[in-house]
């Protein structure tokens, strides 16, 4: 699309400053950052911040599935 430059380090940098700093929006944060880890095959990180989104929403199931997926993948 017209002009717009795609940074992937940049948006990752900004990513984790909302994760660790941010209120509302940090949870997202750290679901995008999941998602950008698990691509970058960085699964420990994944996994780091998916345990900690399971403690601080235990009622959401989606997280054990997706700690559970990434513990079984080779």
Known sequence: MGGLSSDK????ADLETTAEHGHYLAPFARILLSIAYVREKDNS??????T???R?????TLFSREI???QSAP
């Open 68 to 70: 559970a997926h990434l």
């Open 56 to 60: 601080e929403f235990p009622a959401n």
């Open 52 to 54: 900690g989104l399971r």
């Open 45 to 50: 990180r994944a996994l780091q911040l998916l």
């Open 9 to 12: 380090q940049g948006g990752i």
